[in-house]
Each structure stands twice: as structure tokens, then as C-alpha cells.
């Protein structure tokens, strides 16, 4: 390969030719490290794609479990599911009581901060689990102890998220809105964990649905989803998909 | 054929696939379509940490959305190390954010590129295990251009080092290869997967799920609601999507496909963008695929 020089430089004083070529030797090492590092960035979507209930492909665990802390720190831990499988409706997190919920596109400015509230609605709707489980679930204890978890872990987000929020409120920023009234106290601020569900074209276009309309925001229940199961424990509960004004 | 003709006829090909991949790796070329990409993603990573300063008090220290107990719950079973662990002061954050929107700066001009590029990468890498609810597709994109890009000479080209001599004249190296090859391979697996995810929905299959990605209030900046009165152009745009995300790591190499492939790129990005809420995901996304924009060979002018 002929060495290049670019003779027109403006520093010829630092310049450093060299072929811009790998040594053979290092070759191999680079292309397995290379190899390596691929197997890691798909890793983590095999691994999901293969997931049911019943297994994950065990060759693709196997990979996923191998290269675990490569992948997880480099943050190629994604399964790349955009808009999928299917486009679904959207969450949004409220403040009983106060005329508060995120994302709100005129609160949050610019975009990219709006849409770092969204991602967090939809995290907090994600992780959700509910106050309790029904009596068929709590034959599996598998299943119970998963609940256990996730739900510390959905209380644990709910209080953090209540904690930061009542904090803003308390510095007055919303003051001047008149939304300060109940923030003496020391009691949690209560999330509810709203649904804004999508219409089809017929509705939209003939103009019986609006987008955007807080009035078909959907209150979603905390406990679990049976109907007209009594909450078992003294967490306050939202109306159960209450549609319609119920909020706030 | 004999065992001596196929034992030849092996050795043969497993030299040939030797040098093709050494050639598809290690071929040195030019940093010019790399500086681009760095540019872009530099001001992007400047961008994303500006807004983060925006709510400091809401996104990190003692009242963060996400706090201390949250994100040890959250992290338990997986290696996210961060400095940034939730018990991180105001003050820590700030000096944190700032250092790394002058990374990101220093990356896009060009300036001291070859420790500004990975510092950027990883102090945006550090930001995002500490918030990672917040995230989205944009910062999966950002951080792995990053990532390649800390292994090429994108300085080379289009930077403030260039200008003042800071580096070499060689513009032609074979970390540029590497990268490159790198930031495709890794586009492809992100279309591939994304599309098979899509291939899961009734929605990609029945051709509704354009306008239900229409009708999304939460996303929808541009309303383009409009289309619902065209169900079959809605449809034709939900299989082409669904199509042109599988077939993309298949048809992106040929050079006849390329150019189609990439048209398609540029107008589901850009429709991303303008109608979805997303711009910078969006424009994110149409600099990765400049990685396929071929460039002129400069060691024909160079040489001559």
C-alpha cells in the first residue's frame, strides 16, 4: 500500500506519516474482540425475543448471562421495540388533588424535556403492581414472591416521584397557581397513573373524539384488576377506570 | 470431487474469507462522512445534557424524581455502575453536566477529539444509568455513535485539531474502517430486531398501525390525523415500514439497493421527526445511516 501524505498541510511540523494501516499482529486480536462485542449488542434482543412463559431460548440466556455486565454497562441492554409490537395508548402520571400531571407539553419546554417526563409516565405505568393479588395467583409462590418485589419496588418509585414533586410544589414554582394548599403537611403526595386511550379513524375524523381531550384520560385502578374486589389494604385507591372528570 | 480437492477447496475459502474480512474491517479509509457523524452527535450530546441542566433538582440530589432507594431497586440484578447513585449532591450533578455538555461541545468542534469523544460517551454513559426511566431510543443511538466513534479518527476531518495541526496529516486510517463498520453492523441489528418486534402486532400486519402512531396524542407534534381518511395509503406506509426494517440489514450492502434503502431511511426519519414529536431521535437516526453514504476515495487526489 503506498504511503499517503497530504502535501498541502498547514503544520507540516507535527506531521506524523504513517500507512494508516492495522499491524497484522494486532488483526486478530481486534476482529475477536470485534466479534465479541457484536455477540453482546445482540444479545439482549435474542434474549427477549425468546422469552414466553413457558422459557427463554437457553442458548440465548446463556449468551445474555455471559456477557452480563458487558452489556448492561455499555447500555446495549435494548430490545430495540420501537412502536412495537403493536403502537398502544398512552400513560400519563397525576397528582390527586392538584392539577398536576406529566408529561404536560406546556409545563416541560423544549421538546426533549417533555418527552423525558413521558418516558417516565410510562416507566412508572410499567413498573406498576397492583396493591393485591387474586386469590388464584397466591397459589403460586413463584409468582407471589415476584409480586412482593415488584410491588416494594412500585411503592418505593411512587414515594420517590411523590417526595420530588411535592419538593417543586414547596419551592413555589406552582405557587402562584394556587396549588400549594395541601403541602404543609407531611403526607405523601397520591400518583394516579392515567390512560389515555387510542381512538380509531372514524371516531377522530367525525369528530365525536378529540385528541388530546382530558376528558377521556382514564383513571386506572391500583389494586387488582377483578372487578368489584375491595382493596385489601389502607393504600388510598383511585376510582377504578373511572373515565370522564373523574380527574382530578 | 477427492478429499484432496475439498481440502484444498476449504483452505481456499477460508483464505478468501480471511481477506475479505481483514479487507471489510481493516482497509483504511477516510474520516470525512466520521467527522459528520461526530459533529452531529457532539452538538446532540451538548443538547441532551443542556436539558438535563434544565430540572437539575429534578432529575438528580436529595428531591430527584428518582432517588437514592429507586434506583438500587431498579439496578439490583444488573452492572450499572454510575458515580452518579443517587445520593449524588446538586452541586456533583451540576459540575457533572457541565463537564460533559463541554465534552459533547468539544467532540462537535473538533477540539482535543481524540480524549473529548470518549469522555463525552462516558460521562453521557454515566448520566444515563443514573436516569435511566428517562430515556429513550435517542439516547441508545447517541451512545453508541459515541461509543465508535472514540475508536475512529473522526478528528481528522472538520475539526478545530485539523485546523491547528493538533493532528496528523494522514486522513486515511483503518480505525476509521473499524468504526464504520462497527456503527453498521450495529444498525442493522437496531432495524432487524425493530422490525421483527413490529412483525409480533396485529396492527403492522392489518395496516392500522400508522394511523394509531397518528392518532397518539402523547407523541403527535404535527397532526396528521389526515391520514385516516386514506386507509390504504396508511396501510401501503405500515408494510413499507414493517418491510423496509427487516429487509434493511439485507439490502443496505448491495450497492444497486443501497441508495433505495437509504432514500426510505431519510423519509421515515424525517416523518419521525416533524409529525411524531421526536426530532432529535429522528435527525439522531438519519446521521447514523450516513455510516452507508459512501465518500470519495481522497488518496486518489492525495496521491496524485
Known amino acids: 500500500m503506498p504511503r499517503i501524505l497530504r502535501m498541502t498541510d498547514p503544520s507540516p511540523q507535527l506531521a506524523r506519516p504513517s500507512s494508516g494501516q492495522c499491524k497484522p499482529a494486532y488483526r486478530k486480536w481486534l476482529l475477536g474482540l470485534a466479534l465479541v462485542h457484536l455477540l453482546a449488542v445482540i444479545a439482549e434482543p435474542l434474549f427477549f425475543y425468546s422469552r414466553s412463559d413457558v422459557q427463554a431460548g437457553p442458548e440465548f440466556l446463556a449468551l445474555r448471562r455471559g456477557l452480563g455486565p458487558y452489556v448492561d454497562w455499555m447500555y446495549l441492554d435494548h430490545g430495540y421495540f420501537f412502536f412495537a409490537p403493536n403502537p398502544g395508548p398512552s400513560h400519563l402520571v397525576g397528582i390527586r388533588d392538584q392539577s398536576v400531571v406529566f408529561p404536560d407539553r406546556k409545563e416541560q419546554w423544549p421538546r426533549l424535556l417533555y418527552h423525558r417526563y413521558f418516558m417516565l409516565s410510562e416507566f412508572y405505568n410499567s413498573s406498576f403492581a397492583p396493591t393485591a393479588l387474586d386469590p388464584q395467583d397466591m397459589a403460586d409462590r413463584l409468582f407471589v414472591e415476584r409480586w412482593e418485589t415488584d410491588r416494594r419496588f412500585y411503592r418505593t418509585l411512587q414515594r420517590s416521584i411523590s417526595r420530588s414533586v411535592r419538593a417543586r410544589l414547596g419551592t413555589g414554582l406552582e405557587q402562584e397557581r394556587g396549588l400549594d394548599q395541601d403541602l404543609e403537611s407531611d403526607q405523601e403526595l397520591v400518583l394516579v397513573r392515567l390512560e389515555r386511550p387510542l381512538f380509531g379513524p372514524l371516531e377522530v375524523l367525525s369528530g365525536v373524539k378529540r385528541l388530546g381531550d382530558s376528558r377521556d384520560l382514564i383513571v386506572l385502578p391500583e389494586g387488582p384488576a377483578g372487578p368489584d374486589r375491595p382493596s385489601e389494604t389502607s393504600e388510598p385507591e383511585p376510582a377504578r377506570a373511572a373515565p370522564v372528570g373523574a380527574f382530578p | 470431487m477427492s478429499g484432496l480437492g475439498i481440502g484444498r477447496y476449504v483452505v481456499g475459502w477460508t483464505k478468501e474469507f480471511w481477506e475479505s474480512l481483514d479487507a471489510?474491517?481493516?482497509?483504511?479509509?477516510?474520516?470525512?462522512?466520521?467527522?459528520?457523524?461526530?459533529?452531529?452527535?457532539?452538538?446532540?450530546?451538548?443538547?441532551?445534557?443542556?436539558?438535563?441542566?434544565?430540572?437539575?433538582?429534578?432529575?438528580?440530589?436529595?428531591?430527584?424524581?428518582?432517588?437514592?432507594?429507586?434506583?438500587?431497586?431498579?439496578?439490583?440484578?444488573?452492572?450499572?455502575?454510575?458515580?452518579?447513585?443517587?445520593?449524588?449532591?446538586?452541586?456533583?450533578?451540576?459540575?457533572?453536566?457541565?463537564?460533559?455538555?463541554?465534552?459533547?461541545?468539544?467532540?462537535?468542534?473538533?477540539?482535543?477529539?481524540?480524549?473529548?469523544?470518549?469522555?463525552?460517551?462516558?460521562?453521557?454513559?454515566?448520566?444515563?444509568?443514573?436516569?435511566?426511566?428517562?430515556?429513550?431510543?435517542?439516547?441508545?443511538?447517541?451512545?453508541?455513535?459515541?461509543?465508535?466513534?472514540?475508536?475512529?479518527?473522526?478528528?481528522?476531518?472538520?475539526?478545530?485539531?485539523?485546523?491547528?495541526?493538533?493532528?496528523?496529516?494522514?486522513?486515511?486510517?483503518?480505525?476509521?474502517?473499524?468504526?464504520?463498520?462497527?456503527?453498521?453492523?450495529?444498525?442493522?441489528?437496531?432495524?432487524?430486531?425493530?422490525?421483527?418486534?413490529?412483525?409480533?402486532?396485529?396492527?403492522?400486519?392489518?395496516?392500522?398501525?400508522?394511523?394509531?402512531?397518528?392518532?397518539?396524542?402523547?407523541?403527535?407534534?404535527?397532526?396528521?390525523?389526515?391520514?385516516?381518511?386514506?386507509?390504504?395509503?396508511?396501510?401501503?406506509?405500515?408494510?413499507?415500514?414493517?418491510?423496509?426494517?427487516?429487509?434493511?440489514?439485507?439490502?443496505?450492502?448491495?450497492?444497486?439497493?443501497?441508495?433505495?434503502?437509504?432514500?426510505?431511511?431519510?423519509?421515515?426519519?424525517?416523518?419521525?421527526?416533524?409529525?411524531?414529536?421526536?426530532?432529535?431521535?429522528?435527525?439522531?437516526?438519519?446521521?447514523?445511516?450516513?455510516?452507508?453514504?459512501?465518500?470519495?476515495?481522497?488518496?486518489?487526489?492525495?496521491?496524485?
Open chain 2, 24 to 304: 471489510f474491517f481493516f482497509r483504511p479509509s477516510d474520516a470525512e462522512v466520521l467527522a459528520w457523524i461526530r459533529i452531529a452527535t457532539g452538538g446532540m450530546i451538548a443538547y441532551i445534557h443542556l436539558v438535563w441542566l434544565l430540572r437539575l433538582e429534578s432529575f438528580f440530589g436529595p428531591t430527584a424524581l428518582l432517588d437514592y432507594e429507586s434506583l438500587t431497586m431498579l439496578h439490583r440484578n444488573v452492572w450499572k455502575w454510575t458515580y452518579l447513585d443517587g445520593r449524588e449532591s446538586l452541586w456533583v450533578a451540576c459540575v457533572h453536566e457541565i463537564l460533559a455538555l463541554g465534552a459533547g461541545l468539544a467532540m462537535a468542534l473538533g477540539f482535543w477529539t481524540r480524549w473529548a469523544t470518549p469522555a463525552a460517551w462516558f460521562l453521557t454513559l454515566m448520566t444515563a444509568h443514573r436516569l435511566a426511566p428517562f430515556l429513550f431510543g435517542l439516547d441508545q443511538i447517541v451512545l453508541m455513535l459515541a461509543m465508535y466513534l472514540s475508536v475512529s479518527r473522526c478528528g481528522d476531518r472538520w475539526s478545530i485539531d485539523k485546523r491547528f495541526g493538533l493532528v496528523g496529516v494522514q486522513t486515511s486510517h483503518w480505525q476509521n474502517t473499524f468504526a464504520t463498520r462497527l456503527i453498521q453492523l450495529h444498525l442493522c441489528v437496531i432495524y432487524f430486531f425493530g422490525g421483527l418486534g413490529k412483525a409480533r402486532g396485529w396492527m403492522w400486519w392489518d395496516g392500522t398501525a400508522m394511523w394509531y402512531a397518528a392518532a397518539s396524542y402523547e407523541y403527535q407534534s404535527l397532526d396528521w390525523t389526515w391520514i385516516g381518511r386514506y386507509p390504504t395509503l396508511g396501510s401501503i406506509l405500515t408494510h413499507g415500514t414493517l418491510f423496509w426494517e427487516i429487509a434493511y440489514a439485507a439490502l443496505v450492502w448491495p450497492r444497486l439497493t443501497r441508495p433505495w434503502v437509504l432514500a426510505i431511511a431519510f423519509f421515515v426519519h424525517a416523518g419521525i421527526a416533524l409529525f411524531m414529536g421526536m426530532i432529535t431521535f429522528g435527525l439522531m437516526m438519519l446521521v447514523a445511516n450516513l455510516a452507508f453514504v459512501p465518500q470519495a476515495d481522497r488518496r486518489c487526489e492525495t496521491s496524485s
